[in-house]
């Protein structure tokens, strides 16, 4: 190995801990953070919700997602994919993130798979679980 090709990987070595350690030292009290960290608080369906169809899946979070790297699965109890749409930010709220499902689902419960990355680099994730039920 080169000299030089060692201190290129040094340089990108040092690099990552700058972005880790400002990741995880703790600011000036009381200064206003850069990025937000933030938090699913609600979706619909609700976490053990039965509900008689279900046309999309709903995300509230307490800020805006990244969209890029976003994704919502939808399984079966046999843990196959349903059908969904790719997740999307709500037109009018960027706080909401969404699927559509098409075709509806058949009854059965059904587990929501999320995953996300905050503004501040923080990845979320996180299951629900609900039931279609026969109507
Ligand atoms: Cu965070």
Redesign the pocket.
């Known amino acids: 190995m080169s000299v030089t090709v060692r201190l290129r990987k040094a340089r990108r070595g040092a690099a990552f801990l700058a972005v880790v350690a400002a990741a995880l030292l703790p600011g000036p009290a009381g200064a206003r953070p850069a990025f937000e960290?933030i938090t699913m608080d609600r979706s619909v369906p609700a976490d053990g919700e039965k509900v008689g169809q279900v046309n999309e899946i709903r995300l509230f979070f307490s800020g805006a997602p990244l969209m890029r790297g976003a994704s919502v699965r939808v399984v079966n109890s046999a843990r196959s994919l349903m059908r969904s749409s790719p997740p999307a930010a709500d037109a009018t709220d960027s706080k909401q993130l969404f699927v559509t499902i098409d075709p509806t689902l058949p009854p059965g419960t059904y587990v929501v798979q999320w995953r996300c990355i905050?503004d501040?680099g923080?990845v979320m994730r996180g299951d629900f679980t609900f039931e279609v039920t026969a109507e």
Request: proline residues 0%; without cysteine.
């Open positions: 960290h905050a501040d923080h």
